[in-house]
Every structure is written in structure tokens, then in C-alpha cells.
């Protein structure tokens, strides 16, 4: 993956713990200077204002944002607060607006996210521009999706990029209005070295209760932010009222998040480092053990090309995963962990052989 900017190098004078905060929409230009003297009176001044200028509204008939006239408004926030903003763009329409109107941060939302034609249109309308762009997950939890409109970004010359985890559409799971996948954000930060992402709990829980639980998870995870809607009269906004936060009480959540060092930023310590060399040594018989395993498993390849036996034998299938989970469950590893550890092992015993097959000579009778 090529270089990109961090947060830290944005130019803008953010940080890690990046704090964004503001409306769900620009409503009136008094709706947001109220929540700029709001944010200032209770001392909850946030790195970067967001608001949504423009609203992608899953029916039509709902509110669907005041449009470039807001974007005058930004001065507003420019003036009372002193800080960057940051829209939602999703088309090049937007894009190039935002850019007439200096916004500073751009964000594409997660309905668009999962569009690669309008990801281009809008990655095409930011060539050549130095705008930071923070790309939201998809509505469907797929990373490459993810990766791919940041990699879109990229190739335009766009390389002051950041993530937002924002959760995903779940039609059962009636607990989030988007449900957490944290798995999902750490392996895009495995695979994109230094991709900083961003939690937007506002999105994920969609009421006010529950923001701070969602909010503490990601910072225990290791994510890079927080997204918080914040209005000052969240119950008469017009969109997202139920989840909304006044400056007050976003102010009380900030201050009760645990917000972690990240290990990187602390001095080397002795007991770290002496549990991380037990785990590169382990690490190091696992690997000799499946080398072993898939050694073996090669030569049961070789007997049933041997005996015109099948690769896949559904009842020694059912064996093997049923005895392992359960001795895996009394070693304390997780059903779950234990059932997924063996598909992928037994997907490329299977492959493995399969793979012997199509290459050996066929056996004379
Ligand atoms: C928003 O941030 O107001 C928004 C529309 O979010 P999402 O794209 O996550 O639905
Ligand atoms: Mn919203």
C-alpha cells in the first residue's frame, strides 16, 4: 500500500484522539451558532466540526439538507469556534462545492461507500486538490469495498486519508440501528499500516443511551476517534433526533472515556516485551506444527489419488470438527474461535489435495 498522510500531518493541527463534533444537519444558521456557543460555554470545543449539508435519506419525503447554502454557514463555526469542519460529499457536485466553500475535511458517507461509480465521479472532482477524505464503512460489511474507495482516493493523488467505523446494516439484530463489527476496522488497520480509524457511535447505536458503552469499546479496541452528533436541542432536530447529544452531555461522555495510551506512544517496557518474545516463540512452534500437519496431509493426498479416492469425505469431516471443538472448548478457546480454526485449516488440506490431483499424472489401469 502506498504512503499516505496521518491525521497528525493534515496540516490542520489534529491529533489523535481526533474529536469531531456537531449537527447530524445544518438546519438554520442560528441552529448552528447555538451549538457553537453551546460547545464553548461547556468547554467542548471538538477538533473538527462536522455537519451534514447534504442528506442521504433512505426514503424520499424526509429532510434532505439545506445544500450549498449551508455551507456559507461553516463561517459561522469558523468565527465563534475557530476550528476546521467537515461536510459529506456524494457526487462530484458536492465535491466541487465543498472545494469552492474551503471546506477543510470531506467525508463520504457509508450509502455511497458502496457505490464505486460515484466514489470515482467524486474522487475524479478532487484531483489535483490537497482536501483531506475520510471514507465511512459501507452499509455491508465488506472491507475490500472499504479499502477500495480509500484506494480510489489514493490514485487521484488524494493522500491525506482517514477511516470511519460506523456499523452495518443487520436486519435481525435490532439492539444497534448499525451494528459494530470490530474485527472489521482492525484488519483494515492490519492491512493498511497506519490507516487511523475513526468510531462514529452515533450511527452505530442511533438513541442517546449506549453512545458512551460504544464509545469506550472503540477506544479500548485501539481506534483513533470519535464522531459524535451534537445539537443543541437534539429532540426538535431534523434528522437523527434520537440520537443526537447536546454539548453538555458530550462534554460528560468525553470526560468519563477512558481514552488508552496507544503501546506504540510508551517507553519499551520489560513485562511486554518478555510476554511478546513467549509469543513469537509460540508463534513459531504453531508454524512448525502445521508445516508438519499439512506434511501429512499431503501423503493422505497422495493414497487417495492412489485408490481413486474422493478429496472431500463429509463424515470424517463432521468427526474431526466435532472432536476438535469439543477438546478446543475444554482448553477454554471459544466454540466459535474453534469451528472457524478448522474450516480454514480443513479448507486448504482440501485445496492442497485437490491441487495434487489436477497436477499428477492420471494413474494407468
Ligand atoms: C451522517 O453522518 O449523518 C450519515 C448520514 O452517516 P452514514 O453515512 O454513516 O449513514
Ligand atoms: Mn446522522
Given at each position: 500500500m502506498k504512503p499516505h498522510k496521518q491525521i497528525k500531518d493534515w496540516g490542520l493541527g489534529l491529533n489523535s484522539p481526533l474529536?469531531?463534533?456537531?449537527?447530524?444537519?445544518?438546519?438554520?444558521?442560528?441552529?448552528?451558532?447555538?451549538?457553537?456557543?453551546?460547545?464553548?460555554?461547556?468547554?467542548?470545543?471538538?477538533?473538527?466540526?462536522?455537519?451534514?449539508?447534504w442528506k442521504p435519506r433512505t426514503r424520499p419525503g424526509s429532510f434532505e439538507g439545506v445544500g450549498e447554502e449551508g455551507l456559507k454557514w461553516m463561517e459561522i463555526v469558523r468565527h465563534h469556534l475557530n476550528i476546521p469542519i467537515t461536510v459529506e460529499v456524494g457526487n462530484?457536485?458536492?465535491?466541487?462545492?465543498?472545494?469552492?466553500h474551503k471546506i477543510d475535511v470531506l467525508w463520504i458517507g457509508a450509502r455511497t461507500t458502496v457505490n464505486p461509480f460515484a466514489v470515482q465521479e467524486i474522487a475524479e472532482a478532487?484531483?489535483?486538490?490537497?482536501?483531506p477524505v475520510m471514507i465511512k464503512n459501507p452499509?455491508?460489511?465488506?472491507?475490500?469495498?472499504?479499502?477500495?474507495?480509500?484506494?480510489?482516493?489514493?490514485?487521484?493523488?488524494?493522500?491525506?486519508?482517514?477511516a470511519i467505523h460506523r456499523g452495518f446494516s443487520d436486519a435481525y439484530d435490532k439492539r444497534f440501528?448499525?451494528?459494530?463489527?470490530?474485527s472489521m476496522p482492525i484488519h483494515l488497520k492490519r492491512v493498511w499500516t497506519g490507516m487511523e480509524v475513526i468510531n462514529d457511535p452515533s450511527h452505530i447505536v442511533g438513541r442517546r443511551d449506549g453512545l458512551q458503552e460504544v464509545a469506550q469499546r472503540a477506544m479500548n479496541f485501539g481506534l483513533d476517534g470519535l464522531m459524535i452528533e451534537t445539537h443543541h436541542d437534539?429532540?426538535?432536530?431534523?434528522?437523527?433526533?434520537?440520537?443526537?447529544?447536546?454539548?453538555?452531555?458530550?462534554?460528560?461522555?468525553?470526560?468519563?472515556?477512558?481514552?488508552?495510551?496507544?503501546?506504540?506512544?510508551?517507553?519499551?517496557d520489560e513485562r511486554l516485551q518478555d510476554l511478546r518474545r513467549?509469543?513469537?516463540?509460540?508463534?513459531?512452534?504453531?508454524?512448525?506444527?502445521?508445516?508438519?500437519r499439512f506434511a501429512v496431509i499431503d501423503h493422505i493426498g497422495e493414497h487417495k489419488r492412489e485408490h481413486h479416492l474422493t478429496v472431500f469425505q463429509s463424515n470424517r469431516w463432521k468427526e474431526v470438527m466435532e472432536s476438535r471443538t469439543?477438546?478446543?472448548?475444554?482448553?477454554?478457546?471459544?466454540?466459535?474461535?474453534?469451528?472457524e480454526l478448522l474450516y480454514c485449516i480443513h479448507e486448504e488440506s482440501v485445496k492442497r489435495q485437490e491441487k495434487q490431483l489436477r497436477e499428477a499424472e492420471p494413474i494407468k489401469k
Open positions: 474529536i469531531i463534533a456537531g449537527p447530524c444537519s445544518a438546519e438554520t444558521p442560528e441552529q448552528i451558532e447555538q451549538i457553537c456557543k453551546e460547545m464553548k460555554e461547556e468547554n467542548m470545543v471538538p477538533q473538527l466540526f462536522r455537519a451534514g449539508i462530484a457536485a458536492h465535491a466541487e462545492l465543498a472545494l469552492k478532487l484531483r489535483g486538490s490537497d482536501v452499509m455491508n460489511p465488506d472491507l475490500d469495498l472499504w479499502i477500495g474507495a480509500l484506494e480510489r482516493m489514493h490514485a487521484v493523488g488524494i493522500d491525506k486519508l482517514a440501528r448499525n451494528k459494530p463489527n470490530w437534539p429532540d426538535q432536530a431534523w434528522s437523527d433526533a434520537k440520537q443526537q447529544v447536546t454539548p453538555k452531555r458530550l462534554k460528560e461522555m468525553i470526560d468519563s472515556i477512558d481514552f488508552k495510551e496507544p503501546l506504540e506512544n510508551m517507553k519499551p513467549a509469543v513469537d516463540h509460540l508463534d513459531d512452534q504453531l508454524l512448525d506444527i502445521l508445516q508438519e469439543q477438546k478446543g472448548v475444554a482448553k477454554n478457546l471459544s466454540e466459535k474461535f474453534m469451528k
